[in-house]
């Protein structure tokens, strides 16, 4: 049953509040604290693009439902998944903390589902130290 499994998820609990949390999967410069650059259009229709290494990321945005949810499709340009594939991120209030998942829905196959779990295992630690620093700094 595993391998059939299509999506690649995170979670954890991050020391800062919702709002901070939220611009940093928001905005384009909240992205840019995490990821290598990043434009991202706050709004739904919105242009995201985004680059991670030497990935170049491309994609619309879904859903935003501020400060909790938002959701776009993912896909690379120059080498395309084949399939649409869209991530989400939510932040939840946890007293004063901030429950913060993302889930990589839509990956084709195992291998790619494979690929984008050992990805997000890199930038989603990138986006906790962020938002972690950004909560000691909270009214930045």
Do not use: M
Not at 66 to 91: I, K, M
Not at 107 to 115: G, V
């Amino acid at each position: 049953l595993c391998s059939q499994r299509t999506e690649a998820a995170a979670e954890a609990e991050v020391d800062a509040p919702r709002e901070a949390v939220f611009a940093l999967v928001s905005s384009a410069a909240g992205l840019a604290r995490w990821v290598d650059a990043a434009e991202f259009e706050a709004r739904v229709g919105g242009a995201v693009r985004l680059r991670l290494r030497e990935a170049e990321v491309v994609g619309k945005v879904i859903a935003l439902n501020p400060p909790q949810h938002v959701s776009f499709s993912w896909d690379y340009p120059d080498e395309p998944l084949g399939a649409p594939s869209v991530v989400a991120f939510d932040a939840i209030d946890h007293g004063h903390r901030t429950h913060l998942t993302l889930r990589h829905v839509g990956l084709a196959t195992a291998r790619s589902r494979d690929l984008h779990e050992a990805l997000w295992r890199h930038w989603f630690a990138r986006l906790v130290r962020a938002a972690t620093r950004h909560g000691v700094a909270a009214g930045s």
